[in-house]
């Protein structure tokens, strides 16, 4: 059965600290994207990565990296976090442009 | 540039009634479409999909969904609703030419009263 996992269910982080949310995915898919989830907000795509060390930003990516060293693995990494990034955070994966698989996402609280 | 749009935010409905959530996208050519259900605190799941050919598409849950091309539309149906299908849905929108991104709809809420 196809699986993304992801690191962590809730995290709670402070203002300033670096945050890395870690996705592993066993399907052997080149895509991976990182989104973000607000209520009223739908899900905004931060990150895309369609091959190792490839990226491409996606609609909000200000404040946020990414690292894809390993086809299985997409980091996202928060430099610097700040209380507007409190959010959840779902990662997902796919083959092409067929359907996405999620991971069951991380509650990130910044304090 | 390819858009979902999703025109009911919340809908309600009483358990054993009939469901449809409506859809509607813009792209060129023949997209790749997608209903995902989320339920609360978790990630997406995959209902069904409509790449080409029949244009009916029965999906998990007893869900079911008909792409319209004059209409533009991939709306969501169940003839039954249960009381576990509560949650939220999404509408997604594929495309090959789009480096295998797709444009997800707001969602729209289903709530089933008893």
């Known amino acids: 059965d196809v699986k993304v996992t992801q690191s962590s269910r809730y995290l709670v982080k402070r203002t300033g600290e670096k945050v890395f949310l870690e996705c592993v995915q066993d399907m052997d898919h080149e895509n991976m994207f990182w989104y973000r989830q607000d209520p009223g907000l739908g899900l905004r795509l931060i990150y895309f990565s369609y091959d190792v060390k490839m990226k491409e930003k996606g609609d909000i990516p200000e404040g946020y990296s990414v690292s894809r060293e390993k086809k299985e693995r997409f980091s996202l990494i928060l430099e610097s976090a700040s209380t507007n990034q409190t959010s959840m955070y779902l990662c997902?994966?796919?083959?092409?442009?067929?359907?996405?698989?999620f991971g069951p996402g991380t509650r990130l609280t910044v304090t | 540039a390819q858009s979902v749009t999703q025109p009911d935010i919340h809908i309600t409905v009483s358990e054993g009634a009939s469901l449809e959530l409506r859809c509607n996208y813009s792209y060129g050519a023949t997209p790749y479409l997608f209903w995902y259900v989320q339920s609360p605190g978790q990630g997406l799941q995959l209902l069904l999909k409509y790449f080409s050919g029949d244009t009916l598409v029965q999906g998990i849950k007893g869900f079911e969904a008909e792409f319209k091309r004059s209409q533009s539309s991939f709306n969501l149906r169940k003839p039954s609703v249960h009381w576990s299908d509560a949650a939220e849905y999404f509408c997604?929108?594929?495309?090959?030419?789009?480096?295998?991104?797709?444009?997800f709809g707001d969602g729209t809420t289903l709530t089933v009263k008893p």
């Open positions: 997604a929108v594929g495309a090959v030419t789009n480096a295998g991104k797709s444009t």
């Open positions: 997902a994966s796919s083959f092409m442009a067929y359907e996405q698989y």
